[in-house]
Protein backbone atom coordinates (compact mmCIF):
# COMPACT_ATOMS: atom_id res chain seq x y z
CA UNK A 1 0.00 0.00 0.00
CA UNK A 2 1.32 3.63 -1.04
CA UNK A 3 0.85 6.58 1.03
CA UNK A 4 1.75 10.11 0.83
CA UNK A 5 2.33 12.13 3.61
CA UNK A 6 2.57 15.90 3.68
CA UNK A 7 3.82 18.16 6.04
CA UNK A 8 4.96 22.12 6.21
CA UNK A 9 1.45 23.75 6.26
CA UNK A 10 0.70 26.34 8.36
CA UNK A 11 -0.05 30.00 9.22
CA UNK A 12 2.52 32.86 7.88
CA UNK A 13 2.54 36.81 7.12
CA UNK A 14 2.16 38.11 3.17
CA UNK A 15 5.90 38.01 2.05
CA UNK A 16 6.51 34.60 4.17
CA UNK A 17 7.97 31.80 3.26
CA UNK A 18 7.14 28.24 3.71
CA UNK A 19 8.67 24.88 2.49
CA UNK A 20 6.50 22.00 1.90
CA UNK A 21 7.11 18.34 2.20
CA UNK A 22 5.97 15.11 0.76
CA UNK A 23 6.99 11.89 1.46
CA UNK A 24 5.75 8.67 -0.76
CA UNK A 25 5.96 5.12 0.85
CA UNK A 26 4.78 1.93 0.56
CA UNK A 27 5.93 -0.78 -2.22
CA UNK A 28 7.36 1.70 -5.04
CA UNK A 29 8.57 0.55 -8.19
CA UNK A 30 9.31 3.82 -9.69
CA UNK A 31 7.79 7.31 -8.97
CA UNK A 32 7.30 9.18 -12.32
CA UNK A 33 5.91 12.52 -12.21
CA UNK A 34 5.26 14.26 -8.66
CA UNK A 35 3.12 17.59 -8.37
CA UNK A 36 1.74 20.01 -6.05
CA UNK A 37 -2.17 21.22 -6.11
CA UNK A 38 -4.37 23.95 -4.65
CA UNK A 39 -7.42 24.20 -3.48
CA UNK A 40 -9.10 27.22 -2.36
CA UNK A 41 -12.23 27.47 -0.32
CA UNK A 42 -14.85 27.76 -3.12
CA UNK A 43 -12.62 26.83 -5.99
CA UNK A 44 -11.82 23.93 -8.06
CA UNK A 45 -8.45 22.18 -7.31
CA UNK A 46 -5.63 23.74 -9.28
CA UNK A 47 -2.19 22.70 -10.44
CA UNK A 48 0.82 24.57 -8.87
CA UNK A 49 3.70 22.84 -10.27
CA UNK A 50 4.99 19.17 -11.27
CA UNK A 51 8.22 17.83 -11.52
CA UNK A 52 9.25 14.51 -13.60
CA UNK A 53 11.76 12.46 -12.67
CA UNK A 54 14.38 13.71 -14.85
CA UNK A 55 13.61 16.97 -12.48
CA UNK A 56 11.39 18.82 -15.92
CA UNK A 57 9.38 21.42 -14.10
CA UNK A 58 6.53 23.08 -14.60
CA UNK A 59 4.47 26.02 -12.80
CA UNK A 60 1.73 27.54 -12.76
CA UNK A 61 1.59 31.34 -13.82
CA UNK A 62 0.42 32.89 -10.22
CA UNK A 63 3.13 31.24 -9.10
CA UNK A 64 6.51 31.23 -10.90
CA UNK A 65 9.23 33.25 -9.68
CA UNK A 66 7.78 32.57 -6.34
CA UNK A 67 7.27 29.35 -5.24
CA UNK A 68 10.22 26.34 -6.54
CA UNK A 69 9.35 22.22 -6.91
CA UNK A 70 12.27 19.78 -5.83
CA UNK A 71 12.68 16.30 -5.21
CA UNK A 72 15.10 13.75 -3.57
CA UNK A 73 14.19 10.57 -5.46
CA UNK A 74 16.93 8.72 -2.90
CA UNK A 75 14.10 9.65 -0.35
CA UNK A 76 10.87 9.09 -2.46
CA UNK A 77 10.25 12.95 -1.82
CA UNK A 78 9.02 16.20 -3.29
CA UNK A 79 9.09 19.68 -2.07
CA UNK A 80 7.47 23.06 -2.45
CA UNK A 81 9.21 26.05 -1.89
CA UNK A 82 7.18 28.69 -1.41
CA UNK A 83 8.34 32.09 -0.96
CA UNK A 84 6.72 36.03 -1.18
CA UNK A 85 3.80 34.24 -0.34
CA UNK A 86 0.37 36.83 -1.24
CA UNK A 87 -3.41 35.91 0.34
CA UNK A 88 -4.31 34.69 -2.51
CA UNK A 89 -2.21 31.90 -1.59
CA UNK A 90 -3.90 30.33 0.99
CA UNK A 91 -5.36 27.30 0.51
CA UNK A 92 -4.85 23.45 1.43
CA UNK A 93 -2.17 21.93 -0.52
CA UNK A 94 -2.13 18.61 -2.14
CA UNK A 95 0.89 16.57 -3.03
CA UNK A 96 0.39 14.06 -5.87
CA UNK A 97 2.56 11.34 -7.50
CA UNK A 98 2.08 8.88 -10.71
CA UNK A 99 3.45 5.61 -9.34
CA UNK A 100 4.22 2.64 -11.21
CA UNK A 101 3.98 -0.27 -8.48
CA UNK A 102 5.21 -2.47 -11.23
CA UNK A 103 6.00 -2.71 -14.45
CA UNK A 104 2.89 -1.87 -16.82
CA UNK A 105 0.87 -1.32 -13.80
CA UNK A 106 0.57 2.69 -12.59
CA UNK A 107 -1.45 4.37 -10.33
CA UNK A 108 -2.25 8.16 -9.13
CA UNK A 109 -1.69 8.77 -5.73
CA UNK A 110 -3.37 12.11 -3.73
CA UNK A 111 -1.80 13.19 0.03
CA UNK A 112 -4.11 14.12 2.60
CA UNK A 113 -3.78 17.81 2.31
CA UNK A 114 -1.88 20.58 4.24
CA UNK A 115 -3.44 24.32 5.15
CA UNK A 116 -1.44 26.91 4.09
CA UNK A 117 -2.67 30.22 5.09
CA UNK A 118 -1.04 34.09 4.60
CA UNK A 119 -2.75 36.79 6.41
CA UNK A 120 -1.52 39.36 8.64
Known amino acids: QVQLVESGGGLVQPGGSLRLSCAASGLIFRINTMGWYRQAPGKQRELVATITSGGSTNYADSVKGRFTISRDNAKNTVYLQMNSLKPEDTAVYYC??????????????WGQGTQVTVSS
Open 96 to 109: NADILLRVNYRQIY
